[in-house]
Nanobody, 127 residues
Framework: QVQLVESGGGLVQPGDSLRLSCVIS????????MAWFRQPPGKDREFVGS?????????FYGDSAKDRFTVSKDSAKNSVFLHLNNLRSEDTAVYYC???????????????????WGQGTQVTVSS
């Protein structure tokens, strides 16, 4: 069984940066992919970005990333990160970490395609 625990959210001001972390427990093999989603208040969950767990380390981004967000991983620490830069009020959301089996070198952006989810971490951007 795979478990995901996010951390790093909080209340920040516009223009600030945050780094969200997702610690993975359980067995993750090279076919896995890790992703970040977010769910703004009253809206659907949307894809932010993903990274393949194998050595290729390929990343993919959704429109919401808009060149301000970066996904990275540290395999030795079984962790995935989401770097949020130049935050705006519209980035306010609950951010979720997700894992998918059999991802290999591809990317998937629909929430229902992912097998495991964390509990989410709240990011609030407000002046």
């Amino acid at each position: 069984q795979v478990q995901l625990v996010e951390s790093g959210g909080g209340l920040v001001q516009p223009g600030d940066s945050l780094r969200l972390s997702c610690v993975i427990s359980g067995r993750i093999s090279n076919d896995f992919g890790m992703a970040w989603f977010r769910q703004p208040p009253g809206k659907d969950r949307e894809f932010v970005g993903s990274v393949n767990w194998n050595f290729i380390n390929r990343t993919f981004y959704g429109d919401s990333a808009k060149d301000r967000f970066t996904v990275s991983k540290d395999s030795a620490k079984n962790s995935v990160f989401l770097h949020l830069n130049n935050l705006r009020s519209e980035d306010t959301a609950v951010y979720y970490c997700a894992a998918k089996r059999d991802m290999w070198y591809a990317s998937y952006s629909a929430p229902h395609e992912y097998d495991y989810w964390g509990q989410g971490t709240q990011v609030t951007v407000s002046s």
